[in-house]
């Protein structure tokens, strides 16, 4: 090999581990990035991360300053367990146990108050996490108000044969067949299509449902509601639903099959 073709197969690998280096130098500033803003979204995280480091730094210097070492120490892992604490009180609600009546006022007014209505602020609806850990909604079936059940898992709407024959659907007997399974063995449902299914802002038109026999009076939102929105996710104890284009309180719109 000659000299000028070493140089420049020198140079090629040269070339190659600057990039290699240069995509990670750019993976770890991305990934930095999102560590500061993760703690500076979570104080609580932020928090327990500065008692860390002076648990850490206690433990270093405790041979050769051993009083401050100790104390670093101590401040440290009492920031710890503050830390725990407070994530715990935003977890756990307390008021299930019966016991906020003994805690101080200043304290309590911090703790999660339990359900709390679902309410539409500006262009989305807010849905909060009731107590039995799941994500409860208030709708209406043209027109008639019910309460569903959100669950990511299941494919299609399902509602009560109540729940159909007091929203006016009609459940044709040659209709489409879905075999389910229930909690009380296996069902045969029926597809029906509802008009209009309304949860705050978010209005889908001309949506299909199965009318479940077996699952008692509860309703289930499926996930053919969910893709039809703009968007939806979970903030904490919140599920936040956001429409296309929000509805108003009365619609009026009608034609579409879209979410408001």
Same mark, same amino acid.
């Given at each position: 090999?000659?000299?000028?073709?070493?140089?420049a197969?020198?140079?090629?690998?040269?070339?190659?581990?600057?990039?290699?280096?240069?995509?990670?130098?750019?993976?770890?500033?991305?990934?930095?990035?999102?560590?500061?803003?993760?703690? #500076?979204?979570? &104080?609580?995280?932020?928090?327990?991360?500065?008692?860390?480091?002076?648990?850490?730094?206690?433990?270093?210097i405790?041979?050769?300053?051993? #009083?401050?070492?100790?104390?670093?120490? *101590?401040?440290?892992?009492?920031?710890?367990?503050?830390?725990?604490?407070?994530?715990?009180?935003?977890?756990?609600?307390?008021?299930?146990?019966?016991?906020?009546?003994?805690?101080?006022?200043?304290?309590?007014?911090?703790?999660?108050?339990?359900?709390?209505?679902?309410?539409?602020?500006?262009?989305?609806?807010?849905? &909060?996490?009731?107590?039995?850990?799941?994500?409860?909604?208030?709708?209406?079936?043209?027109?008639?108000?019910?309460? *569903?059940?959100?669950?990511?898992?299941?494919t299609?709407?399902?509602?009560?044969?109540?729940?159909?024959?007091?929203?006016?659907?009609?459940?044709?007997? %040659?209709?489409?067949?879905?075999?389910?399974?229930?909690?009380?063995?296996?069902?045969t449902?029926?597809?029906?299509?509802?008009?209009?299914?309304?949860?705050?802002?978010?209005?889908?038109?001309?949506?299909?449902?199965?009318?479940?026999?077996?699952l008692?009076?509860?309703?289930?939102?499926? #996930?053919?509601?969910?893709?039809?929105?703009?968007?939806?996710?979970?903030?904490?104890?919140v #599920?936040?639903?956001?429409?296309?284009?929000?509805?108003?309180t %009365?619609?009026?719109?009608?034609?579409?099959?879209?979410?408001?």
């Open positions: 090999m000659t000299a000028a073709a070493s140089g197969h020198s140079g090629l690998h040269s070339d190659k581990a600057g990039a290699a280096l240069d995509r990670l130098i750019e993976a770890g500033s991305a990934l930095w990035a999102q560590a500061v803003q993760l703690v #500076m979204t979570q &104080p609580v995280l932020g928090w327990a991360l500065v008692c860390a480091g002076l648990l850490i730094f206690g433990n270093l405790r041979y050769r300053l051993p #009083m401050l070492g100790g104390l670093l120490r *101590f401040l440290g892992n009492l920031g710890l367990i503050v830390a725990l604490i407070v994530a715990l009180l935003g977890v756990v609600d307390l008021r299930r146990f019966g016991i906020t009546a003994a805690l101080p006022g200043s304290i309590a007014r911090y703790l999660p108050k339990g359900e709390e209505p679902q309410v539409v602020e500006g262009k989305v609806t807010r849905v &909060p996490l009731a107590d039995d850990g799941h994500f409860w909604v208030r709708a209406a079936i043209d027109g008639v108000p019910r309460r *569903f059940l959100v669950d990511t898992g299941a299609l709407t399902t509602i009560s044969p109540q729940t159909a024959q007091e929203a006016g659907l009609r459940i044709a007997r %040659d209709g489409p067949k879905v075999e389910l399974r229930t909690a009380n063995g296996n069902a449902g029926r597809i029906v299509v509802i008009r209009e299914l309304k949860i705050g802002n978010a209005v889908a038109r001309n949506i299909e449902a199965v009318v479940a026999p077996g008692g009076e509860t309703n289930v939102l499926g #996930m053919n509601f969910l893709t039809r929105l703009k968007g939806w996710r979970v903030e904490g104890r #599920m936040v639903l956001e429409p296309h284009h929000p509805a108003k %009365d619609p009026s719109q009608a034609g579409t099959d879209e979410v408001g």
